[in-house]
């Protein structure tokens, strides 16, 4: 569905823990997925991105995952830091698009 | 690190006004965006611009929106009679040419934050 407002869905862990934030798309011609952290008065900031060739890509302490036949993306964040503390966006595109289309966003809050 | 480079960070203006969104994307990037979220929502994508014209657009995108590459540099955002509903942060974007299918990451300004009364 679409943005639900005000009332985005937060994941809350402890500092060090694995966090997995979750995301779901619609379109099935979808055909690149990207990963954006937003913190507080700031604009998105490019974390991941993942083709629709592949299933999993790998970064430095962040990994996504693809599963096309649910329509399925994650992110996640190995031993969770305090500054990672902040709202993250999945955005696709598809075939002969440039521009993004985002997500309704998952507040992260880390607990020290 | 390159940047995008976005002016003013606040501006406040009455309903039924005017207002310029400035941005400064990154020098080699092509293509070039605006974006705007209201607080606590998710990005909504508004327009792409390539090779001086718009590519693409999204509903929200009506008569009252227009886009500009004065110069080889800026890229602006017009709201030609601000409404209450307009208030929102604008956020700038730009990305390089690529050919193929794939890896398209846009970078972010800091946005433009705007208020109207």
């Known amino acids: 569905g679409e943005s639900v407002g005000l009332h985005l869905p937060t994941l809350s862990v402890q500092e060090g823990d694995n966090s997995i934030i979750n995301c779901a798309y619609s379109?099935?011609?979808?055909?690149?997925f990207i990963w954006y952290k937003q913190e507080s008065g700031k604009g998105p900031q490019f974390i991941i991105d993942?083709?629709?060739?592949?299933d999993k890509r790998q970064g430095q302490r962040v990994t996504v995952l693809l599963n096309k036949t649910v329509k399925h993306l994650s992110l996640q964040i190995a031993a969770t830091q305090p500054g990672d503390s902040a709202v993250y966006f999945c955005?696709?595109?598809?075939?002969?698009?440039?521009?993004?289309?985002f997500g309704s966003g998952t507040r992260l809050q880390v607990q020290p | 690190e390159p940047e995008v480079t976005q002016t003013p960070s606040h501006q406040v203006t009455q309903m039924g006004q005017e207002v310029i969104l400035r941005c400064v994307p990154i020098?080699?990037?092509?293509?070039f965006y605006w974006y705007r979220q209201i607080l606590g929502q998710k990005v909504e994508f508004l327009v792409s611009?390539?090779?001086?014209?718009?590519?693409?657009k999204s509903e929200i995108f009506d008569d009252q929106f227009s886009v500009e590459r004065p110069d080889g540099s800026n890229f602006t955002l017009k709201i030609r009679s601000t409404k209450l509903e307009d208030s929102a942060m604008y956020f700038c974007?730009?990305?390089?040419?690529?050919?193929?299918?794939?890896?398209?990451?846009?970078?972010f300004g800091a946005g433009s934050r705007l208020t109207v009364l």
């Open positions: 974007a730009s990305s390089e040419y690529y050919k193929g299918s794939g890896a398209n990451v846009l970078t």
């Open positions: 379109n099935s011609a979808s055909d690149y």
């Open positions: 993942i083709r629709s060739n592949m």
């Open positions: 955005a696709e595109n598809g075939p002969g698009r440039r521009a993004l289309t």
């Open positions: 020098s080699n990037h092509l293509y």
């Open positions: 611009f390539y090779n001086n014209e718009i590519s693409e």
